[in-house]
């Protein structure tokens, strides 16, 4: 999804846009008349069409007010608040899917569904909203908060010190990032995460919060894909590479300060990332390899010869280009335990498969089944 945030530093409150990166249908949560002017420019920047009004109370005297500018000039802009979808009651929007799931109503925006939640303990709202690994109160952004406690009485004296407070002894604030696993979480969610929380928690000077703001946008627009340092400073405003090379070393060295997950350029050795991955990630020239190698494995049943390799490429390479890409690919595979590629003519010891990934098979089909499974991104 598309998600950002916006302070309004007079109330000391926070409201939230999020939308569906395929449809570009957007929402506001608890959206701020001081905030008007911000919404309308990140729609427009990032073309977006916003439908949905989504709100933790009923409608107040200001938030009628802040809905009625957001309405010039929109039709069927849908507004949901308070407790009256918890109650069951129908939405009489064409424009909106409603779901049950668990007895908890599902809103459509998209392809994104949105759970309406009862309020979080000690709130004074009338719902809650999540969405992914995001809850969205009134006063905090919750990430991965554990949906056994959506209903707990436990207050923040109940709560453990390293749940109350950041590493160096601050309260944590309008984010509370409730994180406790890395299993069945991409490494890009995670990653974003804590992006979002640190600049919720405004952890970054205003230069730094560009380049994460950019940042984040180009992970959200491009599948995941980490930007480069030249992207960067195009959405930016065409700022010199150097200059952002110098603000995203000092944006992951706070991440790693308040131990939280350090953004990676696109190209760079992800070395605070790797111990997070459990398969190797392959370059766009090792994926060019891995295309032909697999396609001459799997028409010969054979491994193929660096000559056979270059002869094959659509693209002109030289054998020491294709010994070059065998090599980093090895390497790859050896470091996650995984079996190794072969080429014909090889060295015996490079030509070795882990013991363990042997069968008792025919050998030529076995190796290529296995070379099959051990590369699927190529």
């Known amino acids: 999804m598309i998600l950002d945030h916006y302070s309004n530093l007079s109330s000391n409150k926070i409201s939230y846009l999020i939308a569906c990166p395929k449809t570009r249908e957007a929402a506001l949560i608890n959206p701020q008349g001081e905030c008007v002017s911000a919404y309308e420019e990140t729609l427009a920047r990032r073309n977006l069409r916003l439908v949905q009004v989504f709100l933790t109370h009923e409608n107040s005297e200001i938030s009628e007010a802040t809905i009625d500018e957001l309405e010039r000039g929109r039709q069927n802009l849908e507004v949901h608040s308070g407790s009256s979808h918890l109650q069951g009651d129908p939405l009489t929007s064409s424009g909106s899917k409603r779901e049950q799931t668990s007895g908890a109503p599902l809103l459509a925006l998209g392809q994104l569904r949105i759970q309406t939640l009862p309020p979080v303990a000690h ?9 992914e690994s995001y809850t969205f109160t009134s006063e905090k952004l919750l990430v991965d908060y554990p949906e056994s406690e959506q209903f707990c009485a436990s207050d923040e004296t109940s709560l453990s010190p390293a749940q109350r407070f950041d590493g160096e002894g601050r ?8 994180r406790t696993t ?34 984040i946008e180009l992970l959200e627009e491009n599948e995941y894909a980490h930007p ?42 992800s070395k605070w990332l790797r111990s997070l991955k459990t398969e190797p990630d392959f370059t766009a020239h090792e994926k060019e390899f891995l295309r032909t190698y ?7 049943e054979t491994p ?15 054998i020491q280009w294709v010994r070059k890409r065998a090599f980093t690919i090895r390497r790859k595979q050896q470091e ?21 990934s042997v069968e ?14 051990q590369f699927p991104t190529a």
């Open 123 to 131: 709130s004074s709202d009338q719902v809650s909203y999540r969405l």
């Open 171 to 178: 309260g944590r604030g309008k984010v509370r990032n409730f």
């Open 182 to 215: 890395r299993e069945n979480v991409g490494i890009e969610q995670m990653l974003l995460e804590d992006l979002h929380t640190s600049l919720i928690e405004d952890a970054f000077s205003p230069k730094e919060t560009l380049v994460v703001r950019a940042y």
């Open 228 to 269: 480069s340092a030249a992207q960067l400073g195009e959405n930016i405003g065409n700022i010199d590479r150097s200059v952002i090379h110098v603000l995203v070393h000092s944006i992951r060295w706070k991440q790693i300060d308040r131990d939280r997950l350090p953004l990676v350029l696109a190209g760079q050795a």
């Open 294 to 300: 697999l396609q001459l494995v799997a028409n010969h």
């Open 304 to 318: 193929p010869s660096g000559p056979d390799i270059v002869a094959k490429l659509e693209a002109p390479r030289s």
């Open 336 to 356: 996650f335990g995984k079996p190794l590629l072969m080429l014909a003519r090889n060295k015996p010891e490079l030509d070795i498969l882990p013991q363990q």
């Open 360 to 373: 008792i098979a025919p050998p030529v089909p076995s190796h290529k089944r296995i070379l099959l499974d």
